[in-house]
């Protein structure tokens, strides 16, 4: 099992529609997550992070995390096509490690 | 421009090279961190530095890479006798004076092994 876990996509989202992208991670002593958007050919930068439990909102964007569960989501509400990009979930424990990434598109 | 800055943004070297890569952290973090990014892969973890001290190093391969982040000047990760297999992007990122927060990347240099 992979220690973070995201949906490769691509995922495909109508422009104005949420976008609602997932991860999930390994290791119960997970302490700090975060997400990251990367276009192509450039490097992440960062959207979210959360610590506690819940939700956490910061303009079109909300992150959720769930630490039973062992997820984290986020949640892109009105997409434009310039949130098109890489998504990347990071899970700090010992050290911080990414997922794969999720592809977002949003067609105008 | 206070963010983390990295050079040279691309490099090229022959198989047998060195490559040098520097990273000088935003203004006020310590915390100093490699990645390394395979095409169409994602990130991976390599090093973690303070000034002066290696804290983490468990994602650096064992031979031929070395990291520093000397008391003056940038952090270096140093990869001698580059193989085609180290063609990547390589990121650096800084982080406040606390372990692990939250973490802003350079734009990276693009090695690339001929």
């Known amino acids: 099992q992979k220690e973070v876990e995201q949906n490769s996509g691509p995922l495909s989202v109508p422009e104005g529609a949420i976008a609602s992208l997932n991860c999930t991670y390994s290791d119960r002593g997970s302490q700090s997550f975060f997400w990251y958007r990367q276009y192509s050919g450039k490097s992440p930068e960062l959207i979210m992070f959360?610590?506690?439990?819940g939700d956490k909102e910061d303009g079109r964007f909300t992150a959720q995390l769930n630490k039973a569960s062992q997820y984290v989501s986020l949640l892109i509400r009105d997409s434009q096509p310039s949130d098109s990009a890489t998504y990347l979930c990071a899970v700090i424990t010992n050290d911080m490690r990414f997922g794969a990434g999720t592809r977002l598109t949003v067609k105008p | 421009n206070a963010g983390v800055m990295q050079n040279p943004r691309h490099l090229v070297r022959r198989r047998g090279q060195e490559a040098r890569l520097r990273c000088s952290p935003m203004k006020g973090h310590s915390h100093v961190y490699w990645y390394r990014q395979l095409p169409e892969e994602g990130l991976k973890f390599m090093v973690y530095l303070q000034k002066e001290n290696i804290i983490d190093e468990s994602g650096m391969p064992k031979e031929r890479f070395s990291a520093e982040f000397p008391k003056e000047g940038p952090s270096i990760l140093r990869i001698q006798q580059v193989v085609r297999g180290d063609s990547a992007a390589y990121f650096c990122?800084?982080?406040?004076?606390?372990?692990?927060?939250?973490?802003?990347f350079g734009p990276g240099t693009r090695l690339t092994v001929t």
């Open positions: 959360i610590y506690s439990n």
């Open positions: 990122a800084s982080s406040p004076d606390r372990v692990w927060r939250e973490q802003y």
